[in-house]
Structure formats: C-alpha cells, structure tokens
C-alpha cells in the first residue's frame, strides 16, 4: 500500500470549514484514498473513500487532485465534537483480511 | 445502523491469567479483525479471520489466540496475560467481495495488566 503524509497537527474555528490535506504521490492506479477518524478514547470511524472522482456525503467532502497524488478532507461546518485524529489510508480494493495501515494522522483541533 | 460491539471497555488483569475479550458485529460480515493501539505505535493488527473457524496471524500474534466459531463473533485470548500486553484492543468488522470497503470498529476495551 502506498505510503501517506499528513500534517501533525490543525486547528479550526468551530462553525468553519476543516480542510485536512494527504500527500500520496506513490499512489497506484487501483488504490482507494480512505478517510477514519478517531476521536479520543473510542474506536477508528469510516469517514469516506474515493478512487478519483471527488465524493461528498453526509459527514464530508473528499478532493482528490487530478493527478491523483493528493487530496483533501473537507468538514464544511466543523463543530467541537470533530475534535479528533484524523488519519487518511490508500490502499488497494478489498482483499480478504487484509488489515488497514494507520499512520499518525492529523490531529484536529476544533475550538469555539 | 452497523455496529461492532466489544464485551468490556476497561479491564483490569493480573499478571498471568487467562484473559477473554469477545466482539460480536450484527451486519454478518464475513472478515473481523483485531488490533492493539500504543502511542507512538498506531494501529497494528493480531489477527484476523475470514470465514467462521478461519483464522490468520497478523503482525503481532505472540501471546495471543483467537477463536471465531459463530460469523458475528470474534474473539481474542491472550493466554497468560503479561504486561506488556496493556493496551487498547480493538476489533473491528468488514465485508467480503471485490471493490472498494471500509473497516467498522467497536469502541475499544482498555486493558491493564498488573
């Protein structure tokens, strides 16, 4: 699985947009781009996925560069409880049983 | 809504016992998972199971079991708890196939080991 940079750390004024970028550039054609998060003392929590097209759903946005070596988490309306680790993961199409590879994450900071 | 349950949230065991911890999913995935949490170390996976009674090492299987006789039930033992073994576990639950999935997580049982 290609390998992903995050920033260490981001803070966000509650009510603004959260824009969390990933640097992939090794990535390979059939990898997904997937977004969890963790918020403190409970388990990792799906956020979304995309291949190339940009995906939007009920939680966020996620922009993926045209050349597929970046992208960006959008939260478009953040609020305290998105206070939270977030980690992006690039990995190929299911294979049974095939663990995710966590990073360290961006941990976010959401302040009112 | 889907979900991944997990026995106990925090548990305290001492230093040798036999230690059980049960996760249970109702979405009737085929694959369940189960990973220890450290700082510093992230998320790194003891073993996993595929189908009812399969099971496969993961990257850190020393000193643990696992047991999946029902297909909503995974559960990991660690045989003669040490403390090394203090830690967060989490067991988390996926779909089988082809395409694009995503691992659901149960909360996490926080385990000291005195």
């Not at chain 1, 966000?12 to 390979?28: K, Q, V, Y």
């Not at chain 1, 403190?40 to 979304?48: D, E, L, V």
Request: hydrophobic share 30%.
């Amino acid at each position: 699985d290609a390998k992903t940079t995050q920033p260490t750390s981001m803070d966000c004024a509650e009510g603004r947009a959260a824009n969390l970028p990933c640097n992939h550039s090794t990535i390979s054609g059939n990898e997904y781009v997937y977004w969890y998060r963790q918020i403190h003392s409970q388990g990792p929590q799906y956020i979304i996925h995309g291949l190339k097209n940009n995906e939007t759903n009920e939680m966020a946005s996620l922009i993926i560069t045209e050349d597929r070596k970046s992208s960006t988490l959008i939260l478009p309306h953040a609020t305290l409880r998105d206070t939270a680790v977030y980690y992006c993961i690039v990995r190929v199409a299911n294979q049974a049983g095939t663990a995710l590879i966590f990073g360290k994450g961006t941990t976010l900071s959401v302040s009112s | 809504d889907v979900k991944v349950t997990q026995s106990s949230r925090y548990l305290v065991k001492r230093t040798g016992e036999k230690v059980f911890l049960e996760c249970v999913q109702d979405m009737d995935h085929e694959n369940m998972f189960w990973y220890r949490q450290d700082p510093g170390l992230g998320l790194r996976l003891i073993y996993f199971s595929y189908d009812v009674k399969m099971k496969e090492k993961g990257d850190i299987p020393e000193g643990y079991s696992v047991s999946r006789e029902k297909k909503e039930r995974f559960s990991l033992i660690l045989e003669s708890a040490s403390t090394n073994q203090t830690s967060m576990y989490l067991c988390a639950s996926s779909r089988d196939g082809m395409g694009s999935y995503e691992q659901y997580f149960g909360p996490g049982t926080r385990l000291t080991v005195t």
